[in-house]
């Protein structure tokens, strides 16, 4: 007669045959890990917060101590004071700087340029030039010179004669909304 061959499911090791169970070093490390955070939680809950609470509680009470020092008249002109600044702050945030555009004009004028007549709109932010150039040569440089800078949205000649020997001009120039804000000028 033949051995009978045994389940090959008997040949394994004991630990092997085993299996549909967590091992014991996972469930003893996550438990451990549970325990951790609990340990931190309730040191945190139990230990911790009462100490910055009473910190709370000091910081107010020296507050508290510190606006009984300061008389009730020299706090309201403090208000008063304040209220003034912030108003003072939002006027000049909606303030217009006209000034802004000579430094401009100064930098990015052509030599053989000069200008006769200044009308700005700063409520459409258009400035309209009228003046005199040596030659259409010239006059067109400076109108490169205008298209070249990052303030000037758009540059265009209105009119132009050519008498006495010189250019007669008008430029117009279209300003980005921002430019005669205060606010745009930091950022420069």
Same mark, same amino acid.
């Given at each position: 007669?033949?051995?009978?061959?045994?389940?090959?499911?008997?040949?394994?090791?004991?630990?092997?045959?085993?299996?549909?169970?967590?091992?014991?070093?996972?469930? =003893?490390?996550?438990?451990?890990?549970?325990?951790?955070?609990?340990?931190?939680?309730?040191?945190?809950?139990?230990?911790?917060?009462?100490?910055?609470?009473?910190?709370?509680?000091?910081?107010?009470?020296?507050?508290?101590?510190?606006?009984?020092?300061?008389?009730?008249?020299?706090?309201?002109?403090?208000?008063?004071?304040? =209220?003034?600044?912030?108003?003072?702050?939002?006027?000049?945030?909606?303030?217009?700087?006209?000034?802004?555009?000579?430094?401009?004009?100064?930098?990015?004028?052509?030599?053989?340029?000069? &200008? =006769?007549?200044?009308?700005?709109?700063?409520?459409?932010?258009?400035?309209?030039?009228?003046?005199?150039?040596?030659?259409?040569?010239?006059?067109?440089?400076?109108?490169?010179?205008?298209?070249?800078?990052?303030?000037?949205?758009?540059? &265009?000649?209105?009119?132009?004669?050519?008498?006495?020997?010189?250019?007669?001009?008008?430029?117009?120039?279209?300003?980005?909304?921002?430019?005669?804000?205060?606010?745009?000028?930091?950022?420069?």
């Amino acid at each position: 007669m033949a051995p009978l061959e045994l389940n090959p499911y008997e040949r394994l090791p004991r630990e092997q045959q085993q299996s549909g169970g967590v091992p014991w070093h996972l469930f =003893s490390f996550s438990l451990f890990l549970l325990i951790i955070a609990c340990g931190i939680y309730l040191g945190l809950k139990f230990g911790y917060a009462p100490i910055l609470s009473s910190r709370v509680e000091q910081l107010d009470a020296d507050l508290l101590t510190l606006s009984e020092q300061i008389p009730e008249a020299q706090r309201e002109g403090f208000i008063q004071l304040y =209220s003034q600044m912030a108003n003072l702050q939002s006027v000049l945030d909606k303030h217009v700087m006209t000034s802004l555009i000579f430094p401009l004009l100064e930098r990015n004028t052509h030599a053989d340029v000069y &200008y =006769s007549s200044f009308d700005l709109s700063t409520g459409e932010g258009r400035l309209s030039l009228e003046g005199f150039a040596r030659s259409y040569e010239v006059l067109a440089q400076q109108l490169g010179a205008w298209a070249g800078i990052k303030e000037v949205e758009k540059s &265009y000649i209105a009119e132009s004669q050519f008498t006495e020997g010189r250019v007669r001009f008008r430029i117009v120039l279209q300003f980005a909304p921002s430019f005669f804000t205060p606010n745009a000028q930091v950022a420069r």
